[in-house]
C-alpha cells in the first residue's frame, strides 16, 4: 500500500494534484444518508486525503459489509473498484484481493455494529494477519439501520433516546487491535477534521493494516444528552494526545519545531509521519507499552476519549511479504505459472513425507 505514486506525472493544470487530477475525480455518488450524519464527514475526507497523496482511483479498492457505514464507498471514488460484502465479511475479501492483487491500495468502511459485533472475528484476523488496508470503523454506538439500539462499543452507562441505559462494558477496537500486533492504531472525531485527514494520509502510505477508529455521531438516534457518542459529548471531551502532520515522500517537511517538540517517524515509501508535542507529557505512539496503558487509563477515565496515533509500527511486515507473494498481480499471470505441473506437484509431496 505504500506505494501510492505514479510513472510519470502529467502536467498540472489548475486546482490539482500532481498526478494532474481535480477534487471533483475522487468523489462519488450524492450521499443518502441522514442530513448532518458524521459519515458524510469522513466520506468527504477520505476524498481529500485520496486527492492530496495523489493516489489514481483505478488504483483503489474500497470495501464494505452491512449497515449506514458500509454505503459510504458509494459517495467516494467513482471511478475505483468495490465490493459490497455481508454483514461482518469484509476482511475476508479484503484478504483475497490482496493477495490476487498487491498493487491496490485498499480503504474498507466498517461499523461498529459489522466489525465490533458480527464481523468481530474476521477483524481479529484480517489484523493478525496485517492485510494491506486502510480500516475505517464509523462508530456511533448503536445500529443505526435497525432503530437505533446500542451496539458493542457503546459505552458503559451511556443512554439511549428512549431512556435505555447500556450496562455492558464496550468493545475497545482499537485496544484489540494493538493486543493482535497491529502496526497502526488510531482515533479520531469525525468534527476534528485536520486530525481526521493528517491520519488518512499516513494511513493510505502504511503498508499494512491501518485501523482507525471515527467516532462518527448519529444525528437520528445517538446525538442526544446522555449518549457518549453525539457531537455534543465529542466537542466537550475529545482529548488530543499529540497534534499530526504527514509529510509525504515529495514535499519538503516542516524544519520549523525545536528540538524536543516533535517526533519524527519515517515511513517506507521515503514519508514521514510528525508529532507535535501539545503538553509536557507527549504520547510517543512508536512505545506499544505507553499506547497499551494510555488506552486503558482512557477507558477508565469516563470525563474524556482520546484521539489521535495510539501506536505506529512502520516495520511490521504486510501479508503479502510474510507469504512471499510476487509483486505482479497474480489475476494477471497465466495457468502456467500459477498451477504446478505434475513433477513440481510430485517433488512437493515428497518433501512433506
Known sequence: MADVETQEAPARGP????????VADYKGQPSTLCKGCGHDVITNTIVSAFYEMSVEPHRVAKLSGIGCSSKTPAYFLNQAWGFNSVHGRMPSVATGAALANRSLVQIG??????????????????????????????????????????SATADEGSKLKNGSINELPP????????????????????????QLLELLKAAIAYPGTAVLDVLSPCV????????????????D????????????SWDVPDTTFKEGEHVEVPMPDG???????????????????AAERLLREDRDDHSRFLTGLFYFNPDTPPMADEMHVADE??????????????AALDAINESLR
Open 15 to 22: 486546482k490539482s494534484n500532481r498526478i494532474g487530477l481535480q
Open 109 to 150: 468502511v466498517s461499523g461498529d455494529g459489522d466489525t465490533a459485533s458480527i464481523g468481530l472475528g474476521q477483524f481479529m484476523h484480517a489484523v493478525r494477519r496485517n492485510i494491506p488496508i486502510v480500516y475505517i470503523v464509523e462508530n456511533n454506538g448503536v445500529y443505526g439501520l435497525t432503530k437505533g439500539q446500542f
Open 171 to 194: 468493545i475497545d477496537l482499537c485496544a484489540v487491535a494493538l493486543d493482535l500486533g497491529c502496526g497502526f492504531v488510531a482515533r479520531s472525531f469525525s468534527a476534528d477534521r485536520k
Open 220 to 235: 437520528t438516534f445517538n446525538n442526544h444528552e446522555g449518549s457518549t457518542k453525539s457531537y455534543d459529548y465529542g466537542r
Open 237 to 248: 471531551h475529545e482529548g488530543r494526545v499529540h497534534e499530526l502532520g504527514f509529510v509525504p
Open 271 to 289: 514519508g514521514s509521519v510528525w508529532i507535535r508535542r501539545l503538553d509536557e507529557s507527549m504520547h510517543d505512539p512508536r512505545d506499544k507499552v
Open 329 to 342: 498481480p497474480l489475476w494477471n499471470m497465466p495457468l502456467s505459472r500459477l498451477r504446478p505441473d505434475a
